[in-house]
């Protein structure tokens, strides 16, 4: 036997006797483990990193060395510390409280041991094989678990040294690809901080150490390992508001939006959430606006997976107090993908209890990609992720309906009637998310009711005390709680009069069958009500698309005194709207499809404008105190002067009422006069 080995048998006799409930071998084994580490005449012939003046540079050092250029003495003390710190790693891989083992004591010297002579000693660092340091970090790895060595770690000062080094092997990985040893040893480095940054106040230590920025160039990793132990780390970090404004002035916003894109759904996952972090900062979001992100973030509200979802919608919230970006994500078909999320329907959801924690785990263990991450929760911890999903949907259809086109279309694409029905209580639910959901689902609603002209439609929905309290929240209270009376007053009422409430909702569901046709068109919806009748929404029998149709009741006395003069009257108008129906073109001016008579009554069957009149947006922008832009009074404006010209000097036409609510607003402030 060497005589190293028996100096290291004569020093375990010497040591104290071996505590209580370990096996001799165990214990022979760490003593030998911590004696190696600390011999520093332990060096190695062939460098793999080099440091100069304070700067890392990786250097492309030859490893295929003969086994004659190397002493006999120093080839067997590489190997036998080597083969040492994988058995620990073996015999350790499940442990995680080594503070509370019985070799407590041991387990610190030897995680000092290999920080002191390991990780900070550069001397060792530029000679180390790549094969040996790579076992390192993976002990490193194991006993940072245990959150006493994490402590340990930042006052031996390991993690500016780990960020140093981490930085270097990543150049080496992005720059040439991937090295032997090198996605292993990102794994096990990137683990490591993400451990660090999952306790607030040491995510100050990982920031300091610059270690954040390398994460964010590991955004451009191949490695999906690589990739995802950058995600988790980041993620943590970015629980921190100090943390997020670092990492937020950093370029990552378009490398978020490449892997939403392209990658893989658990890849996705992890950067909707770091994204729904980030996107607390302005710059983030200018960035994904810069970027086009909005189409990205729509294209994956298709995904059945609910966490992804989640933080995808969250994202959307955020994004969309931008009024650009509010209109863009209309524009793009976002509002009616939320209220198909909200519908629920014929869509199977599928979600996890998977953690920051327990991924990262998985992702150093090397166990991820055979992770189950869909068919683990129980049915009632499915549906409270849905309620939390569909809370978030209504938040984002809050802030959406702000811009009075978008609280248009929601109330087109029968989001009222969406929205209504997830107020209801249900004793399936669990409480406290049902609760919350029910709040969020009120205040879109009272979002949209301080629209002047949905009013009507509310009126018939609650009944009288609940209206009240509905009212007396006031137009555009963002603050849930205010909302927490209404669900509490709402919850306590008997079973017939929730009951009442439900079939009022149901009443509102514009999909259901129509229950009235006048000539050839079924009534969808009432529009709305003037002084001369009635507008709906109707369809054609056998047609698909929406018109809009106006019920006139001649025995109105502004028609005449006697039916003589009614017919009169009649007559003059089916005379003009003939004329408007035939010779009317124009972008700006509404197209009249025809006339008929029915049970005294004429019907005017039109466009069907999508848009909101100016009326409206004026009093809207009075109850939110807010003014017209001058460039938009403009773009207004002028439509508006093309349109009375074409009719007054291109076809001698007086329009005679013309008035805010008779000037409609559709996408982009577009003018049609009716």
Request: charge should be neutral; glycine fraction near 4%.
């Amino acid at each position: 036997m060497p005589d190293q080995d028996k100096k290291l048998k004569s020093t375990e006799k010497a040591t104290d006797k071996k505590p209580h409930g370990i096996s001799v071998r165990d214990y022979a084994d760490l003593k030998r483990l911590q004696s190696l580490l600390n011999d520093q005449s332990n060096q190695f012939l062939l460098p793999a990193i080099h440091f100069e003046s304070g700067q890392i540079n990786v250097t492309r050092a030859l490893q295929n060395v003969k086994s004659n250029e190397q002493k006999p003495h120093g080839q067997w003390q590489e190997s036998t510390e080597a083969v040492q710190l994988e058995n620990f790693s073996v015999t350790y891989k499940n442990e995680r409280n080594f503070s509370q083992h019985p070799k407590h004591k041991l387990f610190q010297e030897i995680f000092t041991a290999l920080v002191k002579n390991r990780l900070t000693c550069r001397e060792w660092v530029n000679q180390a094989p790549s094969i040996h340091f790579l076992r390192v970090l993976i002990c490193l790895r194991l006993l940072i678990r245990d959150p006493s060595y994490q402590e340990m770690l930042h006052s031996l000062g390991g993690i500016e040294n780990l960020a140093q080094y981490m930085e270097t092997v990543a150049n080496d990985y992005l720059d040439y690809g991937e090295e032997r040893h090198n996605v292993d040893k990102l794994v096990n480095m990137t683990y490591i901080f993400q451990k660090l940054a999952a306790v607030k106040d040491q995510r100050e230590w990982v920031i300091a150490s610059g270690a954040h920025k390398t994460l964010v160039n590991l955004l451009s990793a191949r490695n999906s390992n690589v990739l995802l132990g950058a995600l988790l780390a980041l993620t943590s970090l970015a629980e921190s508001p100090e943390c997020r404004e670092k990492i937020s002035k950093l370029t990552l916003v378009e490398k978020l939006l490449v892997i939403l894109h392209e990658y893989d759904l658990l890849s996705k996952r992890l950067t909707a959430e770091l994204l729904r972090l980030l996107c607390a900062e302005s710059q983030v979001k200018e960035q994904i606006k810069i970027y086009e992100g909005v189409p990205v973030l729509l294209s994956l509200l298709h995904s059945d997976h609910i966490k992804l979802l989640w933080s995808v919608v969250w994202i959307l919230v955020q994004v969309c107090e931008d009024p650009e970006t509010s209109v863009e994500i209309r524009i793009w078909g976002g509002i009616k993908q939320l209220l198909h999320i909200l519908q629920g329907g014929e869509k199977n959801f599928v979600s996890d209890r998977s953690s920051v924690g327990s991924l990262s785990s998985a992702n150093a263990a090397g166990r991820i990609q055979h992770l189950h991450l869909s068919d683990d929760l129980s049915p009632d911890e499915k549906q409270e992720n849905i309620f939390s999903l569909q809370a978030a949907c209504c938040a984002a259809i809050t802030e959406l309906v702000l811009n009075e086109t978008n609280a248009y279309q929601v109330v087109q694409a029968n989001g009222i009637y969406t929205i209504a029905k997830l107020t209801l209580p249900s004793k399936e639910r669990n409480t406290e998310k049902a609760n919350l959901l029910q709040c969020y689902a009120f205040r879109a609603l009272r979002f949209l009711f301080s629209m002047e002209r949905n009013r009507h439609i509310f009126k018939r929905l609650f009944p009288t005390d609940l209206f009240e309290i509905f009212i007396d929240i006031g137009h555009y209270v963002r603050d849930i709680s205010a909302y927490e009376e209404l669900v509490s007053k709402l919850n306590l009422l008997k079973e017939d009069e929730l009951k009442q409430i439900a079939e009022s909702i149901e009443s509102m569901n514009q999909n259901k069958a129509p229950t009235k046709h006048i000539g050839n068109y079924a009534i969808l919806e009432h529009l709305g009500s003037g002084a001369f009748g009635s507008v709906y929404k109707v369809r054609k029998h056998n047609g698909q698309n929406l018109l809009a149709m106006k019920e006139v009741n001649l025995h109105n006395p502004a028609f005449g005194k006697d039916k003589k003069d009614r017919d009169s009257s009649l007559k003059n108008i089916v005379s003009e709207l003939t004329i408007i129906k035939e010779q009317l073109y124009h972008p700006n001016v509404v197209r009249y499809y025809k006339t008929f008579l029915e049970n005294d009554r004429l019907y005017i069957v039109m466009e069907l404008i999508e848009g909101v009149p100016l009326g409206e947006h004026f009093y809207s922008l009075k109850e939110k105190k807010q003014q017209f832009a001058e460039e938009r009074i403009w773009r207004i404006f002028i439509q508006l002067c093309l349109a009375l010209r074409y009719l007054h000097k291109e076809k001698r036409i007086v329009h005679r009422d013309l008035t805010p609510n008779n000037v409609m607003l559709g996408d982009k402030d577009k003018v049609t006069i009716s």
